[in-house]
């Protein structure tokens, strides 16, 4: 059956369900409260990352949020503030910083990232619209002992999983990256690499040409709900659709709580940085210590990085924009951005869930809400997975992966 559909929310886990709900076969509409112009889902690293099965919430990461809380500069920052929906989210996440949750997470994140995978391929190959993909790997760069460490943990358990993961030398990695400066690297040969706005402004234009509806700067204000069907009403117009599909990133509880519903969601500030000229840097890497992801991307590098959970918060903070420069020249000889590459410096914000795990499924109460939310910064490789796992809930048909784990009802 045929259905309406509503996707609320123009990022990348928004227009891939709209893509893939319209090769269903469905007549959907996509609702955003900007023009899909900017935002997280233009301005990250570009990582496919299979690699990254571990989830946010860790066994530590308390201690380090509580460490970093006042430095402005650090890669995990926590900014402390009288907000009983931020409360409530720390205090399930200092639950889940459990060894129990990453040995439960660490498969299911693995299999989607997987699925993710496959699904960047299956759109390249299908030639629908062009973008940017390169398979070339991860470098994780280490400087320090105490990190080098904690990489071989991690790739050691990488490579019990199934993943091809290498440790580079020294002097392998100066044949490599002959400008990069640390003590060694592991090399995830799963990864691959896009650039994030040529899959976006593409995907866009693909769904306008193929019928997919488009209400731009519109402010969703209510959703009500009959067995019938869903009644949108925005600060522009009311329209009635058969089924929604919520993919509002860190603003999903906002709209959650119109359907009298808790989704516990935080806002994860990151920043980019962008160098429009030759950097000779050749390989997606990680600068382990600094938390910083450099992305040889179509016609220029992007550096990005930081964690700040500070609410919904558009201020542009400068230490922090410091901090990224400060680590491209720790860890790249003679590397420095110039004073418009600074000037053009942006950020988006990460929909962060307490066990970071993203949300994915319908709504216990209500069959025709769909939520698509949660993935922190695995947003962008888990973009197409999420799409195609939003059709094939809308379509009554079998997941391609067992959902389970993603349940939107596990806090209750």
Not at 90 to 105: E, T
Not at 193 to 198: A, L
Not at 378 to 383: I, P, V
Request: aromatic letters at 10%; glycine letters at 8%.
């Amino acid at each position: 059956m045929k259905k309406k559909v509503v996707v609320i929310g123009g990022g990348i886990i928004g227009l891939s369900s709209a893509y893939y709900l319209h090769k269903e076969g469905h007549k959907v509409t996509v609702i955003d409260q900007t023009e899909i112009i900017d935002g997280a889902s233009f301005v990250n690293a570009g990582y496919i990352t299979p690699s990254h099965f571990i989830p946010l919430a860790a066994p530590g990461m308390i201690r380090t949020g509580i460490k970093y809380m006042f430095d402005a500069t650090s890669p995990f920052y926590m900014k402390p503030r009288l907000d009983l929906d931020f409360m409530k989210w720390a205090f399930l996440f200092a639950k889940s910083c459990s060894k129990k949750n990453v040995a439960k997470a660490m498969q299911p994140i693995l299999d989607i990232n997987l699925f993710g995978q496959k699904m960047f391929k299956e759109i390249k190959t299908s030639k629908d619209f062009d973008f940017h993909l390169e398979h070339k790997g991860l470098l994780m760069a280490f400087q320090e002992t105490k990190t080098e460490m904690y990489e071989t943990e991690i790739a050691s358990k990488s490579g019990e999983m199934g993943l091809h993961v290498e440790r580079i030398d020294k002097e392998r990695l100066r044949t490599m990256e002959p400008n990069l400066i640390a003590k060694g690297a592991f090399f995830y040969k799963s990864d691959s690499h896009t650039t994030p706005s040529d899959f976006m402004h593409s995907m866009k234009e693909y769904l306008k040409k193929n019928d997919v509806v488009f209400q731009l700067k519109e402010e969703v204000l209510d959703i009500k709900s009959s067995n019938k069907e869903i009644e949108i009403r925005t600060d522009k117009a009311r329209y009635n659709f058969d089924e929604v599909v919520i993919a509002t990133g860190s603003w999903t509880d906002k709209i959650a709580k119109k359907l009298h519903q808790y989704i516990p969601i935080q806002a994860g500030k990151g920043y980019a940085i962008n160098s429009l000229r030759p950097s000779g840097i050749q390989y997606p890497t990680i600068l382990s210590e600094a938390k910083v992801a450099v992305t040889p991307m179509d016609g220029f590098t992007r550096f990005a990085g930081t964690m700040e959970l500070s609410g919904i918060d558009n201020s542009l903070q400068k230490k922090r924009i410091k901090a990224i420069t400060n680590t491209a020249k720790q860890y790249y000889k003679n590397f420095t951005f110039n004073e418009q590459e600074i000037a053009k410096a942006t950020f988006g914000f990460r929909p962060v869930s307490p066990d970071g795990m993203p949300f994915i499924g319908r709504l216990d109460k209500n069959k025709k809400v769909t939520i698509a939310t949660g993935h922190a910064m695995m947003g962008w490789s888990l973009g197409p997975a999420t799409g195609k796992l939003v059709s094939e809930i809308i379509s009554a048909k079998r997941t391609s992966i067992n959902l389970e784990p993603f349940s939107v009802q596990r806090f209750g």
